[in-house]
């Protein structure tokens, strides 16, 4: 949001609502509908969670304060295909899908960024991929905690092995001997 010109901030701002989320809150779960686009603010960091048939769910992609979670390209609204789980509690500001994508319609400041956002979101995931594929769990960790000591810009991390293991998708016991 603060890469916004003035005047699109302008437009969203008295959409906008505030709100808190605790660690494991989440945002939106598979198959919902999306209703609102949430930005994180601060150190709150967001993760995208797919769901895998023996229970677990694994990390698809990281969002802090650079980002959206939600439908923020598509025309909002549509069933969500990740589960959106807050990583790191604090700040959001929400708006509703519906609002953004009337915004979007009238701001070509606003639908560039957000088409650039887009654009970088997807470089994420297909890094992601890249890296599960080709690299060991001890260089995947590593990226891991690198890109969320990006996000909330501080060398310490609030984060417990459990956590680190489950958006790894690895066993707890595995990662603590990593």
């Not at 598509?74 to 990740?82: H, I, R």
């Not at 991929?129 to 996000?151: F, G, K, M, Y």
């Amino acid at each position: 949001l603060g890469a916004l010109r003035l005047p699109d901030q302008a437009l969203l701002r008295p959409h906008l609502e505030l709100r808190e989320y605790r660690r494991g809150e989440a945002l939106f779960d598979a198959g919902d509908d999306v209703g609102h686009i949430t930005f994180p603010l601060g150190q709150c960091v967001a993760a995208l969670l797919i769901g895998l048939s023996d229970g677990r769910a694994v990390e698809t992609a990281t969002v802090g304060r650079e980002g959206a979670v939600g439908g923020v390209v598509s025309q909002g609204s549509l069933p969500a295909f990740s589960r959106a789980v807050v990583q790191i509690p604090g700040s959001v500001l929400r708006i509703e899908a519906a609002v953004l994508q009337k915004i979007k319609q009238t701001s070509p400041g606003l639908r560039n960024l957000i088409t650039r956002y887009s654009d970088c979101l997807l470089a994420q995931v297909l890094q992601s991929v890249a890296c599960n594929a080709l690299h060991p769990i001890e260089s995947r960790c590593l990226r891991w905690l690198l890109t969320l000591q990006d996000r909330i810009g501080t060398d310490v991390l609030p984060v417990t092995h459990e956590l680190l293991a489950t958006m790894l998708g690895v066993q707890r016991t595995y990662l603590t001997r990593i």
